[in-house]
């Protein structure tokens, strides 16, 4: 494992980290989820790992505002930045060969943005792994709350902001009481695991004002259906829990028709931190869009891990 900090177009810093070797033939790529860090992908990491130990260039990050990359103006804060944020991480830890690209979330919202700003890292993708994503219509979400749902959607990211604005960290890790309601009634089902729980509370609690605001700003305008058409052929899987209430299965329908030959798995129970809450089915889909691509540059099938 490797941390590198890298300074994109327009200076910011991410930070990023590699596993594997740099001629690996097969890289895979993983975009975590709005408000969250990589720490979203740690079960398939760990997993990932095992399976494959140095023969996998495995990458990932902290978006631009998140986790220990660069605090973001809201005015940066978007689908479309983070999309030519991706195309540069790939430019300097994946320079050659085949891609596989997994997004949760506005992750994966990441990917569906691709065609627009860097149709040239398109071309090379040989898997796709989307998990409990959308590709649009997100302001008509109720969160699971019919009645008052528009007006929760507008309210929860200001509030947040706002207790960001005004607590310190450590006053909002000691009191996280809105934190925790927003995790256990609307980002995760059941069965709830705490670790996992604690895991995405910690990270709401260290998330940016701006990040909350500008990028809800964003995600209220994103639709990329239409652009999918660009992934046509490639082999995709979308993963969405039944009782996620931020990016319901209707959303996850839409998504896999618009991708020629796509897969849709509904996990029962789940909400919207899959690769938390259902690790191994989410572990074991990379797993398969991995082997795939190796597959096609002529490596065998891993059927088991190494550990």
Known sequence: MRTHDLHVDDGARLHVTVYG????????????????????????????????????????????GH?????????????????????QVVDTFAAEGPLVLA??????????????????????????????????????????????GPLLRRQLPRVLATRARLLTRSERRRTPSIERWVVNQI????????RDA???????????????????????GHERTEGLKAYAGV????????????????????LASAIDGARLLVLPGAGHYLPLERDEAVSAELVA???????GVGLPLVTSGRG
């Open 103 to 148: 997004g949760h979330s506005i992750g994966g919202m990441t990917i569906m943005a691709l065609p627009e700003v860097r149709p040239d890292v398109v071309d090379r993708v040989a898997g796709l792994v989307l998990v409990a994503t959308s590709s649009g219509d997100l302001d008509t979400v109720t969160l699971g709350f019919p009645d008052m």
């Open 289 to 295: 869009a991995v082997d795939r691509a190796r597959a």
């Open 235 to 254: 082999p995709t899987t979308v993963m969405v829990g039944s009782a996620d209430v931020l990016t319901p299965p209707a959303h996850a329908r839409r």
């Open 21 to 64: 070797r740099e001629d690996a033939e097969v890289t895979l790529l993983l975009a975590h989820c709005w408000t969250a860090d990589e720490q979203d992908w740690h079960y398939q990491v760990r997993h990932l790992l095992a399976t494959y130990g140095p023969d996998l260039r495995l990458v990932t990050w902290d978006a631009r």
């Open 198 to 220: 604690g895991l995405v509370v910690d990270q709401l609690v260290s998330c940016a004002p701006a990040t909350m605001s500008g990028f809800y700003r964003d995600l209220m």
């Open 187 to 194: 980002l995760m089902g059941t069965p709830l695991r705490l």
């Open 67 to 87: 986790g220990r990359s660069d605090v973001a103006v809201e005015r940066d804060c978007t689908v479309v930045r983070l999309a030519r944020d991706l195309g």
